[in-house]
């Protein structure tokens, strides 16, 4: 078996919804059980991909291999490629400097870590010590600090430059934004760490909701049951999912090559997609034999 890192860049706001309201919100975000956290089910990840598949006809066998048969003949076997939930790796938030900063907690970078170590891939980083409760760590060149504090929302935090989270900016941006080099400046720079239950609460606090009506042509107003409130992921945000090839009658690297022809490009993910929602960017970074 091979594997890869699969991350997820949302270029627009990311809509992959429950199919049920939770409290006033009519239309969430899926939420893991667990942390809270917002985060993208594989199935939504292999379903997307598997749609693009369309202009690769020529290649109908193997594609078959890689996402399993048709509806029709899907006791024949399983599909050779496994993709993992989408776990949030860097949540953009608003910064009363720098304009926005990519949050994450040791957590976060941690589960990264595991599932890449699970998966043979080298991570390249090593998590930083957490910071603690109202201070934030921050990279050499950032530009989120201003004066030894850092505002984020409606919070400020005491700002504290910290060598290991360089060293995680630079192996998350080569991955994220490997042919982007302004990109990855720009990740280097809004990287920010801090403790776990701050990160938890902004993870709540600082998704969008917006309010949605359709109106009704003959008076002009909302019509009947035409007013809903729907959650998304804000644009900029950063998920990873593992990415596992586990060969039957193909080779593990046709399998992943297969991927990393079908995440070329702008694709769209999870609903809403007649707003503008869920339009992302995909890589696959790292690789290695999994254990």
């Known amino acids: ?25 009519d239309l969430p975000i899926s939420r893991e059980a667990t942390t809270g956290w917002p985060m993208v089910p594989g199935s939504s990840i292999k379903g997307t991909l598997r749609d693009r598949c369309e202009g690769l006809a020529e290649e109908r066998s193997l594609l078959e291999q890689a996402f399993g048969p048709p509806s029709s003949s899907a006791s024949d076997h399983a599909g050779e490629l496994v993709f993992g939930d989408a776990q949030l790796l860097l949540l953009p ?34 998590v930083p010590a957490a910071p603690v409760s109202g201070k934030a760590s921050v990279s050499s060149q950032s530009c989120l600090a201003h ?28 991955q994220v934004f490997p042919r982007d080099e302004v990109w990855r400046a ?20 600082a998704i969008p909701v917006a309010a949605r009506i359709r109106m009704d042509d003959q008076t002009k107003t909302v019509a009947q049951g035409g007013l809903w409130y729907e959650e998304y992921l804000p644009a900029e945000t950063v998920l990873s999912a593992p990415l596992i090839a586990m060969p039957r009658t193909s080779s593990a690297e046709q399998l992943l090559d297969l991927a990393k022809r079908l995440v070329e490009g702008t694709i769209q993910l999870g609903g809403k997609a007649s707003v503008g929602r869920g339009l992302v960017r995909m890589t696959l970074g790292g690789g290695g034999d999994a254990r």
């Open 93 to 126: 938030v608003r910064s009363f400097f720098g304009t926005f900063a990519w949050a994450t907690c040791p957590l976060a970078l941690d589960r990264l870590r595991r599932d890449q170590e699970a998966t043979g891939i080298v991570p390249g980083f090593q």
């Open 147 to 174: 004066q030894g504090k850092v505002y984020l929302e409606d919070l400020d935090f005491d700002a504290h430059p910290d060598p290991g989270l360089d060293q995680v900016a630079q192996v998350l941006a080569a």
């Open 1 to 25: 078996m091979k594997a890869s890192t699969l991350f997820i860049h949302a270029l627009s706001p990311l809509h992959s919804g429950t199919g049920q309201a939770v409290g006033v919100v």
């Open 186 to 205: 720009h990740l280097t720079a809004r990287v920010l760490l801090l403790a776990e239950d701050e990160f938890k609460y902004l993870a709540k606090v």
